[in-house]
């Protein structure tokens, strides 16, 4: 990495400042981008000099026809994409209010179709676009619905777009996480029991798959892989899913109880 530079979304907190931290631990320069100006100061100053915070909305999108030409100016270039930041509004779908709906839909899947499209002409040989999904665009989540959409969409383009870049210097590659123990959580009396049924990751196992997808040019990563290959099992077999579901709700909340007791929650 040493030498390259990364534009990464969601950087504050999380996946987002996980990935950067090892970007410029290997010698990267990293830009980073969050909504909360102060926050993502602090992220950047702990980072060191190969960091930079550039603050912005995602949903912005005159921001982001700008962005990556800020950043190759100040970095000298642009090397990777990182697209990570995302929301969730949990609950059924008759119950959120269409804005919030559509929020998801905006910060998940239409801004990084957005920065990708602004950034490949910036994208030096050797450049690669990774899309941070999820499970839950693999295999539909009930009480997620939204949430599901936007990275099955994050998928489809993202797959869609490794095809029309094939043969060409710039890779697009695709890591989708289960559960993931960072704040996206909020309260998680909210979370589905099922979002809890596979076995949560670290933010730093997330970054692990967002590095070897930018070294190895890998197409799609599923962390935990074996729950990639249980969700594909699902998305191709409804009735499966279907059937499962009740065991996979009980372990879930189980798991749940258990998280929550670990965090001290009762
Ligand atoms: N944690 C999980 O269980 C899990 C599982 C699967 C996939 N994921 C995906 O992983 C990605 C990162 O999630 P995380 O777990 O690291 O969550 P996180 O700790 O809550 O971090 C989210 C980051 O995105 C930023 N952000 C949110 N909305 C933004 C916007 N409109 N514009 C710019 N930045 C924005 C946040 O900063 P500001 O609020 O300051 O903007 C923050 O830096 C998301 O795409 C999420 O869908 C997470």
Redesign the pocket.
């Known amino acids: 990495m040493q030498g390259k530079v990364a534009l990464v979304?969601?950087?504050?907190?999380?996946?987002?400042?996980a990935v950067a931290r090892r970007l410029v631990a290997e010698g990267a320069l990293v830009a980073l981008?969050?909504?909360?100006q102060k926050?993502?100061e602090e992220a950047a100053d702990r980072l060191g000099e190969g960091a930079a915070a550039f603050p912005?909305?995602?949903?912005d999108f005159a921001t982001l026809q700008r962005l990556p030409e800020r950043v190759a100016a100040r970095f000298g270039g642009l090397d990777v994409l990182v697209n990570?930041?995302?929301?969730?509004h949990r609950g059924a779908a008759m119950e959120q209010p269409p804005e919030a709906l559509a929020e998801i839909v905006t910060?998940?899947l239409t801004?990084p179709i957005y920065l990708t499209r602004t950034a490949l002409p910036f994208l030096r040989r050797g450049g690669v676009v990774v899309n941070?999904?999820?499970?839950?665009g693999m295999v539909p989540v009930p009480h997620e619905a939204a949430?599901s959409a936007s990275?099955a969409g994050l998928r489809a383009f993202t797959r869609a777009l490794a095809e029309e870049l094939r043969g060409s210097e710039i890779a697009a590659c695709l890591v989708?996480?289960?559960?993931?123990?960072?704040?996206?959580?909020g309260d998680v009396a909210h979370v589905p029991d099922l979002?809890f049924s596979q076995p949560m990751s670290t933010?730093e196992q997330?970054a692990d798959a967002v590095l070897t997808c930018i070294r190895e040019r890998s197409p799609e990563i599923a962390v935990p892989s074996l729950s990639g290959k249980l969700a594909t099992a699902g998305y191709v077999f409804p009735a499966l899913a279907r059937a499962l579901r009740p065991w996979l709700e009980r372990r879930g909340a189980a798991n749940k109880r258990a998280y929550l007791a670990r965090r001290g929650v009762s």
């Open positions: 979304t969601g950087a504050s907190s999380g996946i987002g400042l981008v969050a909504r909360t926050t993502l912005a909305d995602v949903k990570n930041a995302g929301v969730n910060t998940n801004a941070v999904a999820s499970l839950a949430y990275k989708s996480p289960g559960p993931v123990d960072t704040g996206f959580f979002v933010a997330v």
